[in-house]
């Protein structure tokens, strides 16, 4: 499996898996998952492949900044 390097400059991917939004995020597969079928984070289908747009994972966690202050 190849890795790979990003650097600061690299701009974030504009599709995430719900593989890639774990790491993003630092949550388990099933706190994706229950997210997404309450609608607390969006996603969208292409084909039968399950997508989160980057600014939905940014978007969530501004929402959980304001409801804690």
Known sequence: MAIKVTTVDDPPPL?????????ELGLSRATIYRL??????????????????????????????RSAA
């Open 15 to 23: 599709l995430h898996t719900v593989r890639s939004a774990q790491r």
């Open 36 to 65: 997404l079928e309450s609608g607390a984070l969006e996603s969208i289908r292409i084909g039968s492949a399950r997508r989160i747009p980057h600014d939905a994972l940014v978007g969530y966690v501004e929402q959980l900044r």
